[in-house]
């Protein structure tokens, strides 16, 4: 999720709504995507790198993904998409990384887009 929140630029809200047949049409994660924005309406198209590419198929692969179905499913059933909460980790942070300069920094979907 997080290489993927990355490469589209999509707002988090969006990125929990992409479903398989948006990333992985064939059934192997295609080198571009579009994915309609709910705030705008408008289509965005972006291009996933191969690191994403691999751990998108992996897990499409591992969670045994279909056309049709949600990438990212809650917790509360496998037609619902997650919540912004969901996507947090246990102890109330986001993702743990580093930034470019080796410090490590807290990230969540807002500061990913924010700082595109």
């Known amino acids: 999720m997080f290489n993927l929140a990355i490469d589209s630029k999509l707002r988090g809200c969006d990125v929990v709504a992409i479903k398989v047949e948006d990333v992985a049409a064939s059934g192997y994660t295609a080198d571009r995507a579009t994915v309609r924005q709910k705030k705008t309406g408008r289509p965005v198209r972006f291009e996933l790198s191969e690191q994403t590419r691999q751990a998108v198929d992996d ?25 912004a909460r969901e996507t947090s980790s246990p102890d109330g942070t986001k993702w743990q990384g580093l930034a470019p300069n080796g410090s490590p920094v ?11």
């Open 106 to 116: 807290t990230l969540s979907m807002a500061s990913l887009r924010a700082s595109q």
């Open 59 to 83: 897990y499409l692969k591992a969670a045994n993904k279909r056309p049709g179905e949600l990438l990212f499913t809650s917790r509360r059933g496998p037609d619902t998409s997650m919540s």
